[in-house]
């Protein structure tokens, strides 16, 4: 039961550098969502895929891209790493939107040096 | 714009006691509420989901209530235990069937 997957789990990048992180689910699930989450912040959504072909836009999404790959795989694009995007990025996902139970992955673990 | 707020943001209790932690949300017009639990370094784990029909949900010694014309939910442990210790968070779609909006949720710590 791998459910959500994410790579890397830990990851530490220069300013100006750029990295792509890794999500795939195996539950044919429509829905896939990118938060950070930061200490005293929360959780906050960067970008989400209602459905295989869409992108939108979340709270907090300067500095990213996305890439719904197909219906498993949904990637995070750091163009040019700055230190304000060290956090923890958590991928999840659900069967259709947010009136279903989230599936989340274990989150990569990102510093920005 | 959907806010959530959880108090306390932390509590401490001896092994064994009951407790309540709080969630409110802003918009009442939401199809549904979600508490997660969160280990440190670890994801999110689902525990209860309560659709916006419904006044409460159980899941062994877990039990929330929701009250959507107040704004409000509440996670109930009963006879809590060490592995309880953890951080709670709620969360509730922004509006419709869209992302989830998390609280900063309230960390736990059971004492035994």
């Known amino acids: 039961n791998a459910g959500v997957t994410q790579t890397p789990k830990f990851q530490v990048l220069k300013t100006g550098q750029s990295m792509t992180l890794q999500c795939a689910q195996d539950?044919?699930?429509?829905?896939m969502y990118w938060y950070r989450q930061d200490p005293g912040m929360g959780l906050r959504l960067i970008y989400y895929s209602a459905s295989e072909g869409t992108t939108d836009k979340g709270e907090v999404p300067n500095g990213y891209n996305v890439s719904r790959l197909n219906k498993r795989e949904f990637s995070l694009r750091l163009e040019s790493a700055a230190p304000s995007q060290t956090s923890v990025y958590f991928c999840a996902s659900s069967v259709r939107g947010g009136n279903y139970g989230y599936t989340f992955g274990s989150g990569t673990r990102l510093t920005v040096v | 714009k959907q806010e959530v707020t959880q108090i306390p943001a932390a509590l401490s209790v001896p092994e064994g006691e009951n407790l309540v932690l709080n969630c409110s949300f802003t918009?009442?017009?939401?199809?549904?509420l979600q508490w997660f639990r969160q280990d440190p370094g670890k994801g999110l784990t689902s525990l209860l989901l309560?659709?916006?029909?419904?006044r409460e949900q159980t899941s062994g010694r877990l039990n929330a209530s929701l009250d959507k014309s107040s704004g409000r939910s509440t996670l109930y442990i009963a006879a809590s235990q060490p592995g309880d210790s953890a951080t709670y968070l709620c969360a509730v779609p922004n509006s419709g069937n869209t992302p989830l909006v998390f609280g900063k949720g309230t960390r736990l710590s059971v004492i035994a």
């Open positions: 539950m044919n699930h429509n829905s």
């Open positions: 918009d009442s017009a939401i199809y549904n």
């Open positions: 309560i659709q916006s029909s419904q």
